[in-house]
């Protein structure tokens, strides 16, 4: 493999491709909590690759355990097949999954794990006789991937715009929660905002609850900044939709694996969905991997028929592939063995000072955080929205830390693995390049 390969023919997701290829930042290898560079920087990662690798680079003994997988057994359909990797792997998820999640369906990524879940709850609803609860519910600033599904109930107009004549119908969307004239400075969940939450009443009485198959919400909204939700918040979406029948999704691909101090956002915030797509830290990061994890009652339902019968027409070549569960089943153990869900709890006050020491700092506008995540929102600078934020990721990145932006904020998701002085270091980098940007 080549150091230094052509860069044009590649097609860059997510990536503003021409500024990029002038001035690229390639990768050469990480471990622990550090990247390379082909030039040889070394980079402080501040988040977990993309809020993925969250038992840090190159874990010892999750790469033991792809290595060996991979020199064993390559592959084996997941259709009509198994290997014995997967369904342990299953059984470990379901184990640490609260209440009754007691099923786990593979995917190959958060975005087929979203349109998975949204298709296993609006074939729930038709296998038991309801197949006129078709309406999906999203909520505005939501992410929730990139497949057709995910991009519908979405709710990031950029992502949306350029197919919005395409995207699913019958879908509406709940009001965000992110209110910084109330909530700005926040430490952990907000006070002021539970009521938002009613809107899903409304909206469910405008179409008729008889016809509402599922609310997806992420528990922490990532990808729109580090949006967490109001004290009571998230109880509220379940008791509505507990009152008309309608299945409530958690999408974790960012907040399960630790990520919020527990195993799962909806153990921290202690509301129960009934259906959970997981992606990202189920293998670290290390192989692509994602999950839907289902409530026993919803399995149950599709299990009529002819045993031979096939009970849900879906799935993919690679679901519960051999090198991604043998990274799962690793990865797993060294998040419960190192203690990493833990530790994620306990450096959350560290992180959660250093961020918040940031307030006044030149630009910033608001600061929130929970567990291992945080956002620095800055005022955008006039005239040229994004520019703010994209000099301050820049500048980290030349002073050796990794950043991210969305928009004009700036996100955190350490590995769990961080210390006090990487997030000082972190922090205080940040804090430069705020007062060296206009
Ligand atoms: N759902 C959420 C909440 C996400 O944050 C992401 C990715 O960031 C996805 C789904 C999509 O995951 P993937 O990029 O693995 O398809």
Redesign the pocket.
Known sequence: MTTNPKLEPYWMPFTGNRSFKADPLLMASAKGMYFTTTDGQQILDGIAG???CNAGHCHPKIVEAIQAQAATLDYATAFNLGHPGVFELAGKLTELAPGGLDYAFFTN??????DTALKIALAYHRVRGEGHRTRLIGREK??????FG?ISVGGLSPNRKMFSASLLPGVDHLPHTHHIEHNAYTRGQPEWGAHLADELENIVMLHDPSTVAAVIV?PV???AGVLVPPKGYLKKLREICDRHGILLIF?????AFGRTGTAFGSVTFDVQPDLM?I??GLTSGAV?M?AVLADKDIYTAFMTGPEHAIEFFHGYTYSGHPLAAAAALASLDVYRDEGLFERAAEMAPVLADAVHSLKGAPHVIDVRNIGLMAAIELKPRAGAPLMRALDVFRRCFADDVLVRTTGDTLALTPPLIINEAQISQIVDTIGAALKAID
Do not use: M, N, Q, R
Not at 109 to 114: C, D, R
Not at 142 to 147: D, I, L, R
Not at 251 to 255: A, H
């Open positions: 993309l809020w993925c990524s958060g975005s087929e794990a979203v939501g992410y929730h991937g990139v497949g995910g992420e909204a990532g990808s999408d974790e691909v960012i907040t797509t992606a990202k692509p994602g």
